[in-house]
């Protein structure tokens, strides 16, 4: 909030606690950039895990 009243538009990166539950509402809330280190290369099936998660931030903003 503070960023868009002052006319600065600079990306928003979360890092830390990102998974494929919360990475929709993350993004919802103003982040653009999610770092998913551990959601994604802590998993056995680590592509998948990140498609997962992609999946999850499209399926939400198309409202579905």
Do not use: F, S, W
């Amino acid at each position: 909030k503070m960023l868009d009243e002052k006319g600065r538009d600079v990306p928003i990166e979360i890092d830390g606690g990102v998974d494929a539950a919360n990475a929709a509402d993350l993004v919802a809330a103003g982040g653009d950039v999610l770092v998913a280190g551990n959601a994604v290369y802590g998993q056995k099936a680590p592509a998948e895990a990140a498609r997962t998660i992609k999946q999850n931030i499209h399926t939400a903003e198309e409202g579905v």
